[in-house]
């Protein structure tokens, strides 16, 4: 059985500053270097959307609305994947999830509140 738990959201006023963490278990955790890892959200009343993924052996890419804004990364020691959002806008408020795929599964977390206010 394979885990992703999100953690680090909350409030903050545009322009701050919050970073993500999803710490990876289960059975996948051994080969967690091997395997892609993402983090979308989802705003209210809007479809999830992609915000940053590492590939395996190739550099991030990000969505265009966060380039230059939001650094993703990942701690294979720690099975553990980040996402560092800075100079935040009331339109980066969603709920984020972290995704992890292995091989023909996807796995996601719980998600985590984002909250920008203006």
């Known amino acids: 059985q394979v885990q992703l738990v999100e953690s680090g959201g909350g409030l903050v006023q545009a322009g701050g500053s919050l970073r993500l963490s999803c710490a990876v278990s289960?059975?996948?955790?051994?080969?967690?270097?091997?395997?892609?890892v993402a983090w979308y959200r989802q705003a209210p009343g809007k479809q999830r959307e992609l915000v940053a993924v590492?590939?395996?052996?190739?550099?991030?890419n990000y969505a265009d609305s966060v380039k230059g804004r939001f650094t993703i990364s990942r701690d294979n020691a720690q099975n553990t994947v980040y996402l560092q959002m800075n100079n935040l806008k009331p339109e980066d408020t969603a709920v984020y999830y972290c995704?992890?795929?292995?091989?023909?599964?996807?796995?996601w977390g719980q998600g985590t509140q984002v909250t920008v206010s203006s």
């Open positions: 995704n992890l795929k292995a091989g023909p599964y996807f796995y």
């Open positions: 289960g059975n996948i955790s051994r080969i967690f270097s091997s395997n892609t």
């Open positions: 590492i590939i395996r052996g190739s550099n991030p």
